[in-house]
């Protein structure tokens, strides 16, 4: 899969990411060291399982450098989150899914 460019616009406070011109983002919302992960948003021309999961791995890693914690309001974060076990850390304690 191409290695697209992941974008944090702290402005708007989403993750973006540019194919062919169409914008891909997630939406989120920080407090006290998380990070909510609250809306995505895949353009129809590029919604596909590979990029989908490619985009919120991505997002993950961020936030992991960033030695922070994910609060995964998306459904379609949570369920990826569920699947892949290996960012259950990355969740604050209490938070099950």
């Known amino acids: 899969m191409n290695d697209y460019l992941l974008?944090?616009?702290?402005?708007?406070r989403q993750f973006e990411v540019n194919v062919d011109?169409?914008?891909a983002r997630i939406e989120y919302a920080?407090?006290?060291?998380?990070?909510?992960l609250t809306k995505m948003f895949?353009?129809?021309s590029i919604k596909d399982?590979?990029?989908k999961n490619w985009f919120i791995s991505k997002v993950l890693?961020?936030?992991?450098e960033k030695n922070m914690k994910v609060v995964p309001t998306s459904p379609e974060i949570a369920g990826f989150l569920?699947?892949?076990?290996?960012y259950k850390?990355?969740?604050?304690?209490?938070i099950k899914l």
């Open 21 to 23: 011109d169409h914008l």
């Open 49 to 51: 399982l590979e990029f």
């Open 30 to 36: 920080e407090q006290e060291r998380k990070i909510f």
């Open 82 to 86: 569920r699947k892949n076990k290996g």
């Open 89 to 94: 850390k990355l969740l604050p304690v209490g």
């Open 61 to 64: 890693d961020y936030v992991e």
């Open 7 to 12: 974008k944090n616009n702290d402005f708007l």
């Open 42 to 44: 895949i353009p129809d």
